[in-house]
């Protein structure tokens, strides 16, 4: 099945597509984004060291656990490192010198290469929510998520001018049995979405589950040279490494897919509450996941991920839009620039019920952060709500408007003879103004960025049109997003191979829901 690919990708897509894509509705994606502002570098270069010299000492004197998973303890062994059971101890800059081998920056490539996207440098790619188990809208409030719910997000990403990426488990469809889920979703990616998508890591059968629906998808040749997936392995901090995951980065480092290696912290819990702390045992984790990885392949892509949060203290829940985890972003992007590796980190995050002004101002903070930080994958760019326990229809809509804010954010301040307006200021003079002016005329419809979901009306228009709140003018994008949705041409046979590839699977094993 996966020659169909191969030979339709040497005949262009076949005549099929091409006709399908002739009489399709074009949709507008912005390309990735482009940084020509400055990262703030909130960590001067004593205090740097002093992290680094730290996070040497953890992996050298405390070292990390890989659980279960004798072929690593094997393989650590054979680099130099120090094995007592399952506690890993690497002796200081052994894992330096193993991730030198990771590049800096690298293509994740879409079926559409137009929609392809480079992730490293100064670019930030951003992906929408990920993990959550529940979704809410205006309409059916807080309820388990379904695949039905799983293909509207995609299609809503399909649509989407801001958000680069097509992302991977943007709800968990809990209606489909567990070990057969990430066949549905893939298959949704690949086939209503030509944008980047995500590989599952719930299994390592299911990460090959996924490199071979993509040999499929991108014909074989093309899959096993080039990062058609990013897949998210999250580390069990503190300090361990669960063979579930690691089986997961073993698949896709082994042929050559991208895996963002990111601790989970909430701080107070996962890690110190200090932020040098934190930094300290972020680092550490990182530098040991991403050099494992290297370990089972050199040059496999890998992306150095922060997940950050801090903890209420009264209650226990994470808190996001906070300044301690804006410093940690801040710091850990330096860190992620030093080691010349791409960064991940940030999102739309907040601990909101609802998609209400809590959520906006947290969101906000978090958006910002992930700009101003030099985030290179932003994952949870829009939807996320509830701590991540919910993926919101209202607030994915409301998020990726708002990103077209940090497009033009990153453009930065053109000063050149045209947009330093002198003979506007000449032509209007004194108590005049620049409405009709020939400078305004000319460059009005690109000046400002303009918001395509928030309300600017009179209040007597916006009264008169039903006095909607934001939520009710998000649930009425998402149903106008859906209702104008065409799926992306896909060659019918490479369609076809792929859904046979799933039934094939999905009738070879029982459904099993835990």
Not at 163 to 187: A, F, I, Q, W
Not at 420 to 440: K, Q, S
Request: charged content about 20%; glycine content about 8%.
């Amino acid at each position: 099945m996966a020659d169909v690919a191969a030979r339709k990708r040497t005949r262009g897509g076949g005549g099929a597509a091409r006709r399908a894509e002739r009489t399709s509705v074009q949709v507008e994606t912005a390309k990735y984004i482009e940084r020509k502002i400055p990262n703030l570098e909130i960590l001067d270069e004593a205090a740097l060291q002093l992290i680094e010299d730290h996070a040497e000492q953890v992996l050298e004197e405390i070292g990390v656990n890989f659980v279960n998973n004798p072929a690593a303890l094997d393989r650590w062994r054979a680099a130099g490192a120090h094995v007592d059971g399952e506690r890993v101890r690497l002796p200081r800059g052994l894992a330096r010198e193993l991730i030198k081998t990771a590049p800096a920056q690298f293509t994740q490539h879409a079926r559409n290469p137009e929609r392809s996207v480079e992730i490293g440098g100064k670019n930030l790619v951003l992906a929408p929510v990920y993990g959550p188990p529940f979704v809410r809208d205006l309409d059916g409030g807080r309820r388990y998520a379904t695949i039905e719910d799983f293909r509207k997000f995609v299609k809503l990403g399909q649509m989407s001018k801001w958000l680069h990426h097509s992302g991977g488990t943007v709800c968990e469809p809990t209606d489909v049995p567990v070990n057969k889920r990430h066949l549905d979703m893939l298959l949704a990616h690949m086939t209503l979405s030509d944008k980047p998508f995500m590989g599952s890591v719930t299994e390592p059968s299911r990460a090959q589950d996924s490199v071979d629906m993509c040999k499929i998808l991108f014909g074989e040749e093309f899959a096993t040279n080039n990062a058609v997936m990013t897949s998210l392995i999250n580390i069990n901090s503190p300090l361990t490494f669960d063979d579930v995951m690691m089986g997961a980065l073993e698949v896709y480092s082994a042929n050559m897919q991208a895996c963002i290696v990111s601790p989970f912290i909430v701080g107070g819990a996962m890690a110190p509450v200090s932020v040098a702390g934190t930094l300290v045992q972020v680092l550490a984790e990182v530098l040991a996941g991403v050099a494992y990885s290297q370990l089972v392949r050199p040059g496999a892509p890998v992306i150095f991920g922060a997940f950050v949060t801090s903890i209420d203290m009264n209650s226990g829940a994470p808190t996001f839009g906070t300044p301690e985890a804006s410093q940690i972003t801040y710091g850990a992007g330096q860190l992620a620039r030093r080691l010349n590796l791409p960064f991940r980190s940030a999102g739309s995050f907040c601990g909101s019920k609802l998609p209400d002004a809590q959520a906006a101002y947290e969101t906000a903070n978090s958006l910002n952060m992930g700009l101003l930080s030099g985030v290179n994958f932003m994952l949870h760019a829009c939807g996320w709500l509830e701590g991540g326990l919910v993926s919101s229809f209202e607030k994915f809509v409301m998020d990726a408007d708002q990103l077209g804010t940090l497009h033009k954010m990153a453009q930065g301040v053109t000063v050149d003879e045209d947009n330093l307006a002198m003979d506007a200021i000449r032509e209007v003079g004194p108590g005049g103004h620049y409405l009709g002016c020939a400078h305004t005329q000319a460059n009005f419809k690109t000046a400002f960025w303009r918001s395509e979901l928030l309300d600017y009306k009179p209040y007597e228009t916006w009264s008169e049109e039903g006095a909607r709140d934001t939520v009710a003018l998000a649930s009425a994008r998402v149903q106008k997003l859906i209702d104008t949705y065409q799926q992306p041409p896909l060659d019918p046979e490479i369609h076809a191979a792929l859904h046979a590839y799933v039934a094939e699977k999905k009738a070879s094993m029982p459904d099993a829901f835990a």
